[in-house]
């Protein structure tokens, strides 16, 4: 595994604990950090270069079109249901997930999926591209209301930024 910065680390902690994810912001965080990864063991190359290298590898097909990252995160969900099972508790955010919640995440991933799925590279490119200035946007706006919270200041995963920016 490759040795990452401080700044993806820093990233990696603060994605796990972040409360208020929307259904969407948790899929395409998936993506997101599928091409931090892939760029930090790069050596951090330009965007389009990584991306172009992120839509090609075999990974993609594996993990992205088939969907398994997404079952993936939807079969961790479920192993944590709660006491009385109207949801499910997720202890890394101390969130709960209700059962709409998780027929949400069910149809928004076939949704995500079938946009992954194309064979176009250049529509692939685009998708990720997207998936990923979406996760930025939410990321971004949630960081900044953290950085106001005088009670999250000093905390080591809150800096306001991300490690990858996208931008066109």
Partial sequence: MAKHGVEIRRYLAWRKKVKGK????RLHEIVYVGLV?????MGKPPLSRAINEYINRAEYKKELMSGDLFK???????????????????????????????????????????E??????????QTVFKFCEFYQSWALAK??????????????????ELPLKIVH
């Avoid at 929307?22 to 912001?25: H, L, M, R, S, W």
């Avoid at 990864?37 to 063991?41: A, E, G, I, P, V």
């Avoid at 960081?143 to 905390?155: L, P, V």
């Fill in 37 to 41: 990864m892939l760029w930090s063991k």
């Fill in 22 to 25: 929307t259904i969407p912001a």
């Fill in 116 to 125: 992954l799925m194309t064979n176009d590279k250049v529509e692939r490119y």
């Fill in 72 to 114: 993936k995160l939807i079969t961790e969900i479920k192993e944590t249901p709660c006491e009385d099972k109207t949801g499910y508790y997720l202890a890394n955010s101390r969130e709960i997930l209700s059962q709409k919640d998780l027929k949400q995440l069910n149809n928004e991933k076939e949704l995500i999926i079938k």
């Fill in 143 to 160: 960081k900044s209301i953290q950085a106001e919270d005088i009670t999250k200041q000093g905390n080591f995963e809150i800096h306001p």
